[in-house]
């Protein structure tokens, strides 16, 4: 089946410093999706990437969707303190009907002030 | 305010109890899902439904049922037939083909 795989699992930095997480999936995607869960909380929807080579940004956090739509990344630029949480990226394979994501387990990222 | 309601937050049981875990949403969503969360292993599929009265067995289904009777509600039974039932579950719904799930608060369950 479908496999997704995240790294790295965990990522600790100083504030100020960059961030980066790698997802890359066993099967072509239709699209990816990128969540965050702060420590206790749920996971929230942040972004979705549907197109090959498709990049986007929100303030901080730049998202990539590559060329053969298998891998992305989501890179944060010069981290806070609000940034902790875990970085889920998901994935919808390509074709059928099948709308369900396979999660990846996760990049853990703590900021030390 | 739209969302999805999971009840209770936190749930004790004895083993070999079933117990049923309760999902609400008002966001007029179609599809629905009910998934896993283990320390370090990320997300698991339990079961979903993409519309009322229909659902299918996810990635980890055995030891658990659902049922799908209204498009606001899929609760989650879990069975003494699960062998490690002690874990936080979350629900989460999406409109089918417009992306971003929206999930619940979670239930964490504690099984003695």
């Known amino acids: 089946g479908q496999q997704v795989m995240q790294i790295p699992q965990y990522q600790h930095v100083q504030e100020g410093e960059d961030f980066t997480t790698y997802c890359n999936s066993s099967?072509?995607?239709?699209?990816i999706q990128w969540y965050k869960q702060r420590p206790g909380g749920h996971p929230v929807f942040l972004i979705q990437?549907?197109?090959?080579?498709e990049v986007k940004k929100q303030k901080r956090l730049t998202f990539q969707f590559g060329e053969a739509k298998k891998n992305s990344s989501l890179h944060i630029t010069a981290t806070q303190t609000t940034d902790v949480g875990t970085y889920f990226c998901?994935?919808?394979?390509?074709?059928?009907?099948?709308?369900?994501?396979?999660f990846g387990k996760g990049t853990l990222l703590t900021v030390n002030p | 305010d739209g969302g999805i309601t999971q009840s209770p937050k936190y749930l004790f049981r004895k083993e070999g109890q079933n117990v049923t875990l309760s999902c609400e949403q008002n966001?007029?969503?179609?599809?629905m899902y009910w998934y896993r969360q283990d320390p370090g292993q990320g997300l698991r599929l339990i079961y979903y439904?993409?519309?009322?009265?229909?659902?299918q067995k996810g990635d980890i289904a055995e030891g658990y049922s659902v049922s799908r009777e209204k498009k606001e509600s899929f609760p989650l039974t879990v069975t003494s037939a699960q062998k490690n039932p002690t874990a936080f579950y979350l629900c989460?719904?999406?409109?089918?083909?417009?992306?971003?799930?929206?999930f619940g608060s979670g239930t964490r369950l504690t099984v003695v």
């Open positions: 998901a994935g919808e394979s390509s074709g059928g009907s099948n709308y369900k994501l396979t």
């Open positions: 439904s993409q519309i009322v009265n229909d659902f």
């Open positions: 990437l549907v197109k090959s080579g």
């Open positions: 099967t072509t995607l239709s699209n």
């Open positions: 989460a719904s999406d409109r089918t083909g417009f992306g971003g799930y929206t």
């Open positions: 966001l007029n969503h179609d599809a």
